[in-house]
């Protein structure tokens, strides 16, 4: 069942919440007003809304900034909604059999361990926050679900593969497009597509492109080669941004890119049966396809993960200090090489 929740919440009722009292939200729903104050009622009961404290974590994210992480918490609580067909609970009722529950109906759903292990963490993040706020003990309802991380076959193409890709003759304007922007991704070392949308032509100067991750936050260097000019004189941008996938500079600079990425991602399956890759080609396959070659020309882990982006990986922090980026641009230079 759908429903459209609007929460506006003040600090005095967010304490209303952490001593037990339900707050007064505005629901459409095909419930009646007084089924509606019933469940109301045994939900105040029972040690407050679990559904509106999911909802105040949601605005906070978005209050600093965190919107791709705001989504994420959106969809998880969507999947909660459904398991419990809209029938709001307590954080006192969250037990180890219902989560279980939780994830017998996420698998039902025919979804990975990883997607599984995934809404299980964020539920998990949420239900120790309402611990650390005293609206209930913790009694440790995810110990007997799944919050790992599995190995996946990595998405990667061979470097034969992504000439295909480069040379193929395209007619269609927007395939080219697509093509493009995976090369594009390819050339600056498996740049993420936000990234790329968010380039700006201030931030190419004396051969070099400077950007800072929107993921991890950090500041990346890479060498400006001939084939990145290729693409960018190709597909000139009007505006201030480097390459033409964010048109308008306003609210909806975030849907403009997503909607593009959306449409490169399918576009791209359109180029790969072209070229008979045999994979579901997406934007993404550019990343695991510069590391996995860089790894097969010998270029250190520790300088690949730095290559990436990486912020969290030991051995990188490690090395940092002894790695010449020069290193990296040269090893990026010849893997854009072997295209030609």
């Not at 005095?12 to 919440?17: C, D, F, N, P």
Request: glycine share 4%; proline share 1%; charged share 25%.
């Amino acid at each position: 069942m759908n429903q459209k929740v609007k929460i506006q919440l003040s600090l005095k009722q967010i304490e209303a919440l952490r001593d037990g009292d339900m707050l007064t939200i505005s629901i459409s729903s095909n419930h009646t007003s007084e089924e509606q104050e019933e469940q109301n009622s045994q939900t105040s009961e029972k040690g407050g809304s679990f559904f509106t404290f999911f909802n105040i974590q949601i605005v906070r994210l978005h209050e600093d900034g965190k919107i791709r992480t705001c989504e994420i918490y959106r969809a998880t609580l969507g999947k909660l909604r459904a398991f419990r067909n809209d029938e709001d609970l307590s954080p006192t009722q969250i037990n180890t059999e219902m989560i279980e529950s939780f994830q017998a109906f996420l698998r039902a759903q025919n979804l990975s361990m990883n997607s599984i292990s995934f809404y299980n963490r964020v539920v998990r993040a949420v239900y120790h926050r309402a611990v650390e706020q005293g609206l209930t003990i913790d009694r440790q309802p995810f110990r007997h679900v799944y919050t790992g991380h599995a190995k996946t076959n990595k998405r990667a193409l061979t470097i034969e593969e992504i000439k295909r890709i480069k040379h193929v003759s395209l007619s269609d304007a927007g395939e080219c497009f697509a093509r493009d922007m995976f090369l594009f991704s390819f050339y600056t070392r498996g740049m993420a597509f936000v990234d790329m949308a968010n380039l700006k032509k201030t931030d190419l100067s004396n051969g070099v492109i400077h950007y800072k991750r929107k993921k991890t936050g950090q500041n990346i260097s890479i060498r400006w080669e001939p084939s990145m000019q290729e693409i960018v004189s190709q597909h000139v941008s009007q505006t201030h941004y480097l390459l033409p996938i964010i048109h308008t500079a306003d609210s909806t600079e975030r849907n403009q890119y997503r909607n593009v990425q959306n449409r490169v991602n399918k576009l791209l399956k359109i180029v790969a049966a072209k070229t008979n890759v045999t994979q579901s080609l997406s934007m993404y396959w550019a990343r695991h396809s510069w590391a996995t070659i860089a790894r097969e020309h010998k270029l250190p882990i520790s300088v690949i993960s730095h290559g990436l982006g990486h912020s969290n990986e030991r051995t990188t922090e490690i090395y940092l200090k002894s790695i010449d980026i020069s290193v990296i641009d040269k090893c990026n230079h010849e893997i854009i090489s072997l295209l030609d």
